[in-house]
């Protein structure tokens, strides 16, 4: 399913609220990076990104990114770093039927 997802979002541009909050630079956290878009644009920004995700997809996704940490780990499984992240982004880490729901 989240295959089919990061196919279907592959080319979208990142999330509007992102664009508002994401302007510093700093340390960023990306949860259910899906196909790393916004992941990219917080590089963009200036931020080192962490990204956790449970899909093993994101490894091939990201493998040509600087600046970013591949986690491939369900939430509750991750050993959060404390006081680390200067920005959290948490866009779409709700589970949900289907991709075709975006």
């Keep these: 399913m989240w295959d089919e997802y990061n196919e279907i979002t592959k080319n979208k541009p990142p999330r509007k609220l992102l664009t508002k909050v994401a302007t510093t630079g700093g340390y960023a956290l990306d949860l259910g990076a899906g196909a790393l878009n ?4 917080l590089l963009e920004q200036g931020y080192e990104v962490d990204v956790v995700d449970s899909n093993p997809s994101i490894l091939e996704l990201g493998k040509d990114l600087k600046k970013v940490r591949l986690f491939v780990s369900r939430f509750d499984a991750f050993d959060f770093p404390i006081a680390k992240y200067d920005l ?3 866009g779409v880490c709700v589970p ?7």
């Design 88 to 90: 959290i982004n948490a």
């Design 38 to 41: 916004d992941t990219r644009y």
């Design 96 to 102: 949900v039927q289907s991709a075709r729901d975006f």
